[in-house]
């Protein structure tokens, strides 16, 4: 073969180590003040983070980056799906894009109007919102799906999201009806209050 494929590029080994840790540039720096690591090269990422680094130690290159963990939910962690499908979750992602800090029901109104920045957040929002309801198919297999909570309030959730789960669904195939909430967005604090003994 004139030009053979290297699977190993050279100077690697079968194996090289990716580490993935807070605050990658001091680890770095730890590295080469303990190590002797030289660094090969350094991918800058947003807010002064490292996407991808490459360190030589003795003979054996290591990668390190830091981590992404998602945006900060509620509840202590990082990256919750309550993060991205939620009036909050759509409100942060058109902030993250937009730098502009709207209600929900303006951005779904802004949508309406034709904005371009509004519509890609509730693609972004939609696609999300099948793959999640995807997962929860192919757990349970539900009759039905009815959304709740400031979601339920974007029309458009129930005709655009049905014909995507099969894309996510085991076996290509789904037609569970997606359905907003009867009693509208505070269904859910009704369903808690039924649960309430009554005594
Ligand atoms: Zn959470």
């Given at each position: 073969m004139p030009h053979p494929v290297r699977a190993i590029p050279e100077g690697y080994h079968s194996i090289t180590p990716g580490l993935t840790c807070k605050e990658a540039a001091r680890a770095i720096d730890y590295y080469k003040s303990v190590l002797g690591a030289a660094e090969i090269m350094r991918m800058p990422g947003p807010?002064?983070?490292?996407m991808h680094a490459e360190l030589r130690i003795g003979d054996s290159v290591i990668f390190v980056s830091d981590e992404f963990p998602g945006p900060a939910c509620y509840c202590g962690r990082?990256?919750?799906?309550e993060t991205w499908i939620s009036g909050t979750g759509l409100e942060a992602d058109y902030h993250r894009a937009t730098g502009v800090q709207l209600k929900g029901p303006e951005i779904i109104a802004r949508s309406s109007a034709g904005e371009k920045a509004a519509l890609a957040a509730l693609d972004r929002f939609e696609d999300r919102l099948t793959r999640a309801l995807a997962q929860l198919i192919n757990l349970l297999d539900p009759d039905a799906i009815v959304v709740g909570g400031?979601?339920?309030?974007?029309?458009r959730i129930y005709q655009n999201v049905p014909p995507h789960l099969k894309e996510y669904v085991f076996g290509q195939e789904a037609d569970t009806p997606i359905l907003p909430a009867k009693h509208g967005d505070a269904s859910g604090v009704r369903g808690a209050a039924w649960l309430w003994p009554l005594k």
């Open positions: 807010e002064g983070k490292i990082n990256g919750c799906i400031g979601a339920s309030q974007i029309p």
